[in-house]
Nanobody
Framework: QVQLVESGGGVMQAGGSLRLSCVVS????????MGWFRQAPGKEREFVAA????????YIRDSVKGRFTISRDNAKKTVYLQMNSLKPEDTAVYYC????????????????????WGQGTQVSVSS
């Protein structure tokens, strides 16, 4: 059974930074591509970032490019989302997800591509 547990969320003022972590247990973490998604109240879940299993490719949402960075440590079975220069519009519940297809592809922004999901961590950014 694959389980994903996110942590690192919190309340931050605009301009601040947070680093989210997602630890994966069960399954074969090093073979999965990993993604981060977010969902704000009343809105659909949206893609934020993804990273391939070999760490050699990342895919970042345009609105967070230059501010957010996705990384992973296969030895620790952990994926990270470093978020800098936070804005109020970044407020959402952030979810990590695992895709058994390890390579980034054109559809990696679709939530339905990911088989496993964490429970989410809240990020709130005040102006």
């Amino acid at each position: 059974q694959v389980q994903l547990v996110e942590s690192g969320g919190g309340v931050m003022q605009a301009g601040g930074s947070l680093r989210l972590s997602c630890v994966v247990s069960g399954g074969t973490f090093s073979a999965y591509s990993m993604g981060w998604f977010r969902q704000a109240p009343g809105k659909e879940r949206e893609f934020v970032a993804a990273i391939s299993y070999r760490l050699d490719e990342t895919y970042i949402r345009d609105s967070v490019k230059g501010r957010f960075t996705i990384s992973r440590d296969n030895a620790k079975k952990t994926v990270y989302l470093q978020m800098n220069s936070l804005k109020p519009e970044d407020t959402a519940v952030y979810y990590c997800a695992a895709n058994r297809f390890g390579v980034i592809k054109g559809s990696s922004w679709r939530p339905r591509e990911y088989e496993y999901w964490g429970q989410g961590t809240q990020v709130s950014v005040s102006s």
